[in-house]
């Protein structure tokens, strides 16, 4: 499956911003989707996760209640709507396929998009 990540930009603290990650080349809902994000001189870290049939979900104590994962298999399309946005949450954004039912860390991906990069001022 390729994917292909889009949404990033800048946005002010405390403001909105949604991500979206659209998959080609395979059946979407085969796998679960992850995004994850890496900033200057970290590494990449999982932000949240959702399973194939979107039934069930994870994320990261950062992003617990400011973050939403879904998806739309519909579409081939999954989507990360931040609100409340911080400083501490810029960085490069990656959409992610995996085979596991509900990856949770960078070792269960194996399919992976380009970056889109959120910056927030503050």
Not at 25 to 36: A, E, K, L, Q
Not at 46 to 56: D, E, K, M, T
Not at 78 to 106: H, I, W
Request: charged share 15%; with cysteine.
């Amino acid at each position: 499956v390729q994917l292909q990540a889009s949404g990033g930009g800048t946005v002010e603290a405390g403001g909105s911003l949604r991500l979206d990650c659209v998959g080609s080349g395979d059946i979407f809902s085969n796998y679960s989707i992850g995004w994850f994000r890496q900033a200057p001189g970290k590494e990449r870290s999982v932000v949240a996760a959702i399973s194939r049939s979107g039934g069930r979900t994870y994320y990261a104590d950062s992003a617990k209640g400011r973050f939403t994962i879904s998806r739309e298999n519909a579409k081939n399309t999954a989507y990360l709507q931040m609100n409340n946005l911080k400083f501490e949450d810029t960085a490069v954004y990656y959409c992610a396929a995996s085979n596991y039912p509900l990856g949770r860390n960078f070792a269960h991906y194996d399919y992976w998009g380009q970056g889109t990069q959120l910056t927030v001022s503050s």
